[in-house]
């Protein structure tokens, strides 16, 4: 018996410590103005992996955010959690929501310089986490689809952007050769609030020259990828959902592959 147990405990001792997924907060600023989001990813490696700048909804970074960062990281990305409204600025419901993305939807720049400030704090972290810095995408949901295609706009060149039943329209077109990231769009084709925007795109990113895919899933509405969402006009689709997050893996791991 007395070896028995000597035989265990050599076994839980040369036994690695349980992984964990880590979500640790950073702060940056942009301009007069700071902002708090969170670096997300798995432990149980030091192997250097891609980067995700992941930009929430309308609610900003939640808890439901956190929990959709460690889901999309996994082993395989570093996800950085994107706050756009300022520190200490989180929406407790729709009105305080909606008053936020008021202000940022008619000042495509200002969206464009805080996505911007986001990304260099995102690059600075990787001295501290497993991030490898040269290759970095980004994907956004509603309002963070919006963010992410202004930066875009902004002629950054990253690996890929993926938007989620994302705004379409902006206050400011790309320019020919402005666009130097490949984007791929996924889309609810029930979502009434971008029919009207849909073409006025297309046009956009084809007088661009931009490399980008626009995917249609039939049925789903608007926030059709948020398992919170359960609203008229704003609902969970599980089918398109699981679609939706595929493709988007498959899309970041052929950019990825291809170290441009």
Not at 4 to 15: H, K, S, V
Not at 77 to 98: E, S
Not at 172 to 184: D, F, N, Q, W
Request: aromatic share 10%; with cysteine; hydrophobic share 45%.
């Amino acid at each position: 018996m007395r070896r028995l147990l000597l035989a265990f405990g050599l076994l839980f001792a040369a036994a690695p410590a349980f992984a964990a997924m880590q979500a640790k907060p950073v702060e940056w600023t942009q301009g007069k103005d700071r902002f708090s989001g969170y670096v997300v990813y798995d432990d149980a490696s030091k192997a250097m992996r891609p980067g995700l700048l992941m930009v929430p909804d309308w609610y900003g970074v939640t808890p439901a955010a956190l929990d959709k960062a460690r889901q999309q990281a996994g082993s395989d990305y570093v996800v950085f959690v994107v706050d756009m409204y300022g520190a200490g600025v989180r929406p407790a419901d729709d009105k305080q929501a909606l008053a936020q993305v008021q202000g940022l939807y008619p000042k495509p720049e200002l969206m464009r310089a805080r996505m911007q400030a986001a990304l260099d704090a995102f690059k600075a972290q990787a001295s501290v986490v497993p991030l490898d810095a040269t290759r970095i995408g980004a994907f956004g949901f509603c309002f963070g689809g919006s963010s992410v295609l202004e930066l875009a706009r902004s002629g950054v060149k990253l690996a890929g952007i993926v938007t989620f039943h994302g705004g379409l329209h902006t206050e400011r077109p790309a320019t020919p050769g402005t666009i130097k990231t490949p984007i791929l769009v996924l889309n609810g084709a029930a979502d009434q609030s971008q029919k009207a925007a849909i073409v006025p795109f297309e046009d956009e990113m084809d007088s661009a020259g931009a490399d980008w895919q626009f995917v249609n899933f039939g049925g789903a509405v608007h926030c059709f990828a948020l398992e919170t969402a359960n609203k008229p006009g704003c609902k969970y689709d599980p089918r398109a959902a699981r679609r939706a997050y595929a493709m988007m893996h498959g899309f970041f791991a052929g950019r990825f592959a291809l170290r441009e």
